[in-house]
Structure formats: C-alpha cells, structure tokens
C-alpha cells in the first residue's frame, strides 16, 4: 500500500490537546482506535508537512 493507494475505508478524525501537554490526533474506524500523541513542536512540524501536502495537491489540480 502506498500513499496514492485507495482504499474504501471510513473513519473518523479528531485533533486536540491533552492534559497532559501532547497534541492527540485520534482515529477511529470500524473495529480500531489509533491515538497518537505528538509534542507540541512535532505536531506543528507535522501542521506544516499537511500545508506543504495541500499546496503540492492544489497545483496538480490545475
């Protein structure tokens, strides 16, 4: 499986911070639940790869 891959697969995603001072970013599909918990510098490190993703997506679209 690669990144241009399709699968037919729903699931849910929420982002927020723990108590704890982590960013959570929790997926639920049918069957699993994958939390993952990132420090505060990583989940921007990881806002800015999904930033870069959409603007390389955006000019494919053209």
Request: glycine share 4%.
């Amino acid at each position: 499986m690669s990144i241009n891959t399709e699968r037919d697969i729903e699931a849910n995603m929420q982002i927020g911070p723990t108590d704890q001072g982590m960013v959570r970013l929790f997926i639920e599909a049918t069957g699993i639940e994958i939390p993952m918990d990132f420090e505060p510098e990583e989940a921007e490190e990881i806002a800015d790869e999904i930033r870069a993703a959409a603007q390389a997506a955006r000019s494919l679209q053209k």
